[in-house]
């Protein structure tokens, strides 16, 4: 061999194995865009409409003490409505930061103009319009478009507690981005309802050759057909493969459900395994299942607070309850403990002044219609020491509901990489991390 | 007067040409089956139009409306509606009451059966490259069932458009 053929040979191939795709510790194939702080995020919306006097400043006591450092006792005369619930190990508070006075800025302080604003990083004023996808890129589409190497949609996840207009929110209509690009949704509490099991919970269970054979005639079908039905038209569509997985998953699911061993999974009485709590229970199983990097699951039933003050209160214990439980889930999940981010923030808060409804406990409910208090929310950052400042408090004002997004772009290492078009107008909350 | 007598004969003799040709025609025609060709099929049938449908056309029957509802409440509850009208489309076939050929028959007169299932779920004739691909396939594969041929057509693009 010449030699110059020889340093040419030797030379291709050594930029060949620097360049080449290689297995990360974490299972990737290759290494991500950017510089990841970690490889999942779970964000939480936790629990819909939640005033900073209640939760943060304790101002009934410590109704969150498995996310919150204190034993404040709870208020007298409404500490016999909060269910005595179990206060698991380390608080929340000291594995990360948390932010005592964020604001969700602008806009209504309505429930979807909330949600769109966490999950868009965008204010917006919309009205509610349940058949409308947000007008911005949501979080899930940055990050499945913009991610190096691509994921599939068993990636990313919204998880909501309602119908109504948050399953719109799993992909924008802004122009390149949209379903191909979102996230699977699932609301578990209609989807594994037993009623709807009757109904969905049963399927023909075809072998794979079947399947196969089937697939074969449904190609020659399509192919026969000028249009498609595919992504938009039929919402967020997963592959072949991510297809079959999910009905296996579906099935089980059933399967439990039908079998009642979901009736009280977490062992603190079927009386408080409320809409959140199974909501979470469900994002526990997707995680436990998929180990997604990026899923988005809410909580609401705080939102009782409109007409009932000391069930808020107890809502927000139970909430509380069940974010300590997803900790502990993702924390013994393996490929997401030590290697997840969890966010936890209120969509917004309540009114200062409280409405004429009164409670049996002679308490007056509360509604947010915008007023300055119901802009004041904390979030709290929760994640490994490597990466996320623990124990630290943050009193002053600083951090909105804008800067959650690019702070998970920031975290899962494609926030470089948005162009100008969706560039985001937050910050990424810096004083969290190491 | 001779003006008179004139336009009184001309009047006469429009009339009488007007009824003299007078005549009813009838014309027969023969009963012909509408049906809709593929290529006009541009709309996306509504999860309510494509589960009522799904029903009619397994079951022979209407939908229930307790049926219906829950349907339409799994449909929201899950992002992705393929997934979702598959899993319908299995526990649908699933379920008792499916009205379904026999293999034997459908094995005995393919042609027969190919054209019928069309008829069925794309409310028009196969094309004859469809025919005689689809005869093919059953033919070199007996073992199929008219079950999952049903099912292909149940969850294939076109039944999703009218």
Redesign the interface.
């Given at each position: 061999m010449k030699r110059r053929n020889f340093l040419k040979t030797t030379g291709l191939a050594a930029a060949g194995v620097i360049a080449a795709p290689y297995i990360l510790p974490s299972g990737r194939l290759f290494a991500a865009s950017g510089n990841r702080k970690a490889n999942h995020v779970v964000f939480c919306l936790f629990a819909g409409g939640v005033r900073n006097f209640e939760s943060i400043q304790k101002a009934e006591g410590n109704i969150m003490p498995n996310m919150l450092v204190g034993n404040e006792s709870i208020s007298p005369d409404i500490a016999g409505a909060i269910p005595n619930l179990p206060i698991g190990g380390q608080r929340l508070q000291t594995q990360g930061t948390l932010f005592k006075e964020f604001r969700y800025a602008q806009g209504p302080t309505g429930h979807y103009n909330g949600h769109t604003t966490a999950i868009t990083g965008r204010y917006n004023d919309v009205d509610l319009n349940l058949k409308s996808n947000p007008e911005y890129p949501t979080i899930f589409e940055l990050y499945r478009k913009h991610n190096s190497p691509g994921q599939t949609?068993l990636n990313a996840w919204?998880v909501s507690n309602q119908?109504g207009p948050y399953?719109a929110l799993?992909y924008s209509k802004f122009p390149g981005y949209g379903a191909d690009y979102?996230?699977?949704?699932?609301?578990?509490t209609?989807?594994f309802?037993p009623?709807?099991g009757?109904?969905?919970?049963?399927?023909?269970?075809?072998s794979q050759a079947?399947l196969a054979?089937?697939?074969?005639?449904?190609d020659?079908?399509?192919n026969?057909?000028?249009?498609?039905?595919?992504s938009g038209?039929?919402?967020?569509?997963?592959t072949a493969e991510d297809?079959y997985n999910?009905?296996q998953f579906?099935k089980g699911t059933y399967t439990d459900v039908a079998q009642g061993s979901l009736n009280n999974p977490w062992g603190i009485g079927q009386q408080n395994m409320n809409g959140d709590c199974y909501n979470i229970l469900f994002a526990e199983k997707i995680i436990q299942q998929y180990k997604p990097e990026l899923m988005v699951v809410n909580m609401q039933g705080v939102d009782i607070a409109h007409t009932n003050f000391t069930e808020y209160c107890a809502n927000m214990r139970i909430a509380d309850y069940a974010v300590w439980h997803l900790w502990q889930t993702i924390q013994s999940t393996p490929g997401m403990a030590n290697d997840t981010i969890l966010i936890i923030a209120p969509e917004h808060g309540r009114n200062l002044q409280a409405n004429s409804i009164v409670d049996a406990y002679g308490r007056y409910a509360l509604d947010h219609t915008s007023d300055q208090k119901s802009r004041e929310i904390f979030c709290m950052v929760v994640g490994p020491p490597s990466v996320v400042n623990q124990n630290q408090v943050i009193s002053a004002v600083q951090g909105e509901s804008i800067d959650i997004v690019p702070t998970i772009a920031d975290i899962l290492g494609f926030a470089s990489e948005i162009p100008g078009e969706a560039a985001l107008p937050g910050s990424t909350l810096q004083a969290a991390f190491v | 007067m001779k003006k008179l007598l004139k336009y009184s004969l001309l009047l006469v003799s429009v009339t009488l040409l007007f009824t003299a040709c007078k005549k009813e025609y009838l014309f027969g025609v023969d009963d012909v089956d509408v049906v809709q060709n593929s290529a006009s099929k541009n709309n996306v049938k509504t999860t309510t139009e494509f589960v009522s449908i799904a029903y009619s056309d397994i079951y022979g029957s209407t939908i229930p409306q307790a049926y219906l509802t829950k349907l339409s409440l799994a449909y929201l509850a899950f992002g992705d509606k393929k997934l979702v009208e598959d899993i319908i489309i299995k526990n649908m076939l699933a379920a008792p009451g499916v009205q379904l050929p026999t293999q034997q028959a459908m094995l005995a007169d393919v042609d027969l059966f190919v054209k019928n299932t069309y008829k069925k779920f794309y409310n028009r004739e196969p094309g004859e490259f469809e025919l005689w691909k689809m005869k093919q396939l059953i033919q070199a594969d007996q073992t199929i069932t008219p079950e999952l041929i049903y099912y292909a057509f149940l969850t294939s693009d076109e039944y999703r458009y009218y």
């Open positions: 949609a919204w119908l399953p799993n979102g996230a699977n949704y699932v609301q578990p209609t989807m309802d009623n709807i009757t109904v969905m919970g049963n399927p023909k269970q075809f079947e054979k089937a697939s074969g005639y449904r020659f079908l399509n026969n057909f000028a249009n498609q039905y595919t038209d039929a919402g967020v569509v997963n297809n999910l009905q579906l | -």
